[in-house]
């Protein structure tokens, strides 16, 4: 269970890593990006992802907020974690009403000092981690830029970084997302989230069901059998288990 718990809080720690590393799944399909609009909004990225940002944005600033955020994702129902994970909601409300803190506290006494433990490592290894591309961000946005303004309005873009209030703006604009007040408002809004997953899974539901199910591997041809052995490395018998 407290495997299964380090996602949801990982998720929650890390909204601007996600925000950064969101990337298209087929870059190559992007237009060109014309350079004299990438001149004018490298110096713009250059503001909004300064060097070492991300150091910071995943060191003591969001491990002040792993209380709160345990606290948050731990009080809520077990029943509704099991609705969201598609179990039947009318059977899920035949649970008790336990809270998963409830639960992991018997299964785990020392959880809460572990989770705090396993984020304390993790958010400065993720800063360093994501340190080392922060060129690669910093390029990324300016194409972004540059693929949304036109030129007339980077030029009034990269005025406003140059004053002293659009520096400012512009410097703490990625720490905003593990700004406390921000965090609190994400946080407070999981439990009604973990409620709402049923039916928003509901929404894809009717379409999977017209795809054809998964085959198994007893299903597949010698040759398809062959081809992802291959693939995994491994005999047919580890394959099949």
Known sequence: MRHLLAIPLLALAVPALAQASAAPTSVETLAPVDPALLAKARPIAAVIIPDG????????MM?????PMLDGMTKMPVRDLMKAGGMDPAQADRLSPATIEQVVTIVDPAYRERMHIMMGGMMPAL??????YEPDMREGM???????????????IGAFMRTPAGARFGGG???LATDPHYIGKVTSMMPALMQAMPDIMKESQAQLAKLPKPRSYKDLTPAERQRLETLLGADAKKVAQ
Request: glycine share 8%; net charge positive.
């Open 173 to 175: 604009f990625m720490e």
């Open 63 to 67: 491990q002040k907020m792993i209380g």
């Open 53 to 60: 940002v991300m150091t910071r944005m995943m060191g003591p």
């Open 142 to 156: 300016a194409e972004a830029f540059a693929s949304r303004y036109t030129a007339a309005e980077l030029d009034q």
């Open 127 to 132: 800063g360093r981690f994501m340190s080392r």
